[in-house]
């Protein structure tokens, strides 16, 4: 991506550790009040190795935010309609306050891409976040 004044960035897996203590670093203790997550994985063409790709991202992406986010802190996280996408709404459920589905205008008809979109953190032994 092109720079953005004011904004930094991290590129690589998140999920490997060094880059995940990379972001915690540049976070410097402190906590963001928004997670965006766009991370899509390569299309093989198989819908259900496709979907439980995406899944695990979603996933990963949630649970990143649960370390990340203020109480109240919003997550926006791309996701594949399919079977697995109601396991994962559920889990959005436990750990937010609202929650909706939304599909990009920008999307083609035939595209399974939709965002959910996740206000207010919920903190404490209910949203099963803790570390």
Not at 10 to 26: A, S
Not at 79 to 85: K, L, N, Y
Not at 99 to 111: F, G, L, M, Q
């Amino acid at each position: 991506m092109d720079a953005i004044a004011g904004v930094d960035f991290v590129q690589g897996d998140f999920t490997e550790r060094d880059v995940f203590e990379k972001l915690m670093e540049m976070m410097g203790g402190g906590k963001a009040d928004l997670v965006i997550s766009d991370m899509a994985p390569r299309m093989s063409g198989v819908v259900s190795r496709d979907q439980a790709l995406a899944l695990e991202l979603a996933e990963a992406a949630l649970k990143v935010a649960g370390c990340l986010l203020t109480h109240h802190g919003t997550l926006l996280v791309k996701v594949f309609e399919g079977e697995t996408t109601t396991a994962f709404r559920h889990q959005v459920q436990e750990r937010f306050e609202r929650h909706v589905s939304r599909k990009p205008a920008a999307s083609r008809n035939e595209s399974r891409e939709r965002y959910v979109i996740a206000t207010n953190l919920l903190t404490g032994p209910q949203s099963g976040l803790e570390k």
